[in-house]
T-cell receptor, first 113, second 115 residues
């Protein structure tokens, strides 16, 4: 079975600072990994996904994530936070043969002016 | 643009009532999913469907059932609502591709309060 751990339920950064949201996964087979974002009172939308084509994945709104097999990690970064990045972020994993995603518990990002 | 709509944004029901949550997608997706979202627990899969009239249990199916009579519509049914089913319910859909890497598209969610 696969699982996802997101370290830090709340992260606060200043506007313009680096954003780093951590995600570690557990899977006995090669995983597919996703980051989704949820803005207040909205559903989730895809930020980026890793499907084994390239270990560094670029997504929307300046976010990127790097797949590190040796560390079983898929951390999300953005060089410079913007106020509009304030949202909840979910890491998720899937494996071949399983259509559904397994989600982490989420990290709420707060951006201070 | 993919659009997934859910019939209600907010619902208030009483314990013991039968509750129907409706989800419609307009992209001819084969797969549809129901998740519930609770603080600190992320999203947990209740049921999913990979074709009309086909369904599979997710991780927390107890107290729920589903119906998929048409490809675009997936209903979640709470047979007898209980207070521990107070939650945010999210519907999603995806195309059935070659693997498990397809993007899921989410509706805006239904916040259900059971009194």
């Amino acid at each position: 079975a696969q699982s996802v751990t997101q370290l830090g339920s709340h992260v606060s950064v200043s506007e313009g600072a680096l954003v780093l949201l951590r995600c570690n996964y557990s899977s006995s087979v090669p995983p597919y990994l996703f980051w989704y974002v949820q803005y207040p009172n909205q559903g989730l939308q895809l930020l980026l996904k890793y499907t084994s084509a390239a270990t560094l994945v670029k997504g929307i709104n300046g976010f990127e994530a790097e797949f590190k097999k040796s560390e079983t990690s898929f951390h999300l970064t953005k060089p410079s936070a913007h106020m509009s990045d304030a949202a909840e972020y979910f890491c998720a994993v899937s494996v071949t043969g399983r259509r559904a995603l397994t989600f982490g518990s989420g990290t709420r990002l707060q951006v201070q002016p | 643009d993919v659009k997934v709509t859910q019939s209600s944004r907010y619902l208030v029901k009483r314990t013991g009532e039968k509750v129907f949550l409706e989800c419609v997608q307009d992209m001819d997706h084969e797969n549809m999913f129901w998740y519930r979202q609770d603080p600190g627990l992320g999203l947990r899969l209740i049921y999913f469907s990979y074709d009309v009239k086909m369904k599979e249990k997710g991780d927390i199916p107890e107290g729920y059932s589903v119906s998929r009579e048409k490809k675009e519509r997936f209903s979640l049914i709470l047979e007898s609502a209980s207070t521990n089913q107070t939650s945010m319910y999210l519907c999603a859909s995806s195309v059935h591709g070659t693997g498990s890497q397809e993007t899921q598209y989410f509706g805006p969610g239904t916040r259900l309060l059971v009194l």
